[in-house]
């Protein structure tokens, strides 16, 4: 998981849970859960970057994409706006 999507997560929680739940899902569950962290290079963000370019996208959804493109991952969501990209990347629909 790219880290700006950790930190859209965490203001996410915050936002509808309270500061609190997200720092309960960042010290608690987010350690239990089978995924590795992923740090941006400037390149990495260019990457991002480029995606976002030619496509109407958040940006920190296109973290997402980029990552799972570069790491041959798997995108899990349950946002339509990544249907322009099931091309690309795959994607479990939630």
């Known amino acids: 998981m790219n880290d700006i999507n950790i930190g859209e997560t965490y203001y996410i ?3 509808e ?7 309960y899902f960042i010290d608690v569950i987010m350690p239990s859960l089978p995924i590795t962290l992923l740090a941006n290079s400037l390149n990495e963000i260019l990457e991002a970057a480029r995606l976002k370019s ?6 920190a959804d296109f973290f997402a994409a980029a990552t799972a493109i ?3 991952a798997e995108i899990i969501t349950g946002d339509p706006e990544f249907k322009q990209l099931e091309k690309e990347v795959e994607i479990e629909w939630i």
Request: glycine share 6%; hydrophobic share 40%; no cysteine.
């Open 13 to 15: 929680l915050a936002r």
């Open 17 to 23: 849970r309270g500061l609190q739940a997200a720092d």
């Open 54 to 59: 030619r496509l109407a996208m958040s940006y």
């Open 70 to 72: 570069r790491e041959k």
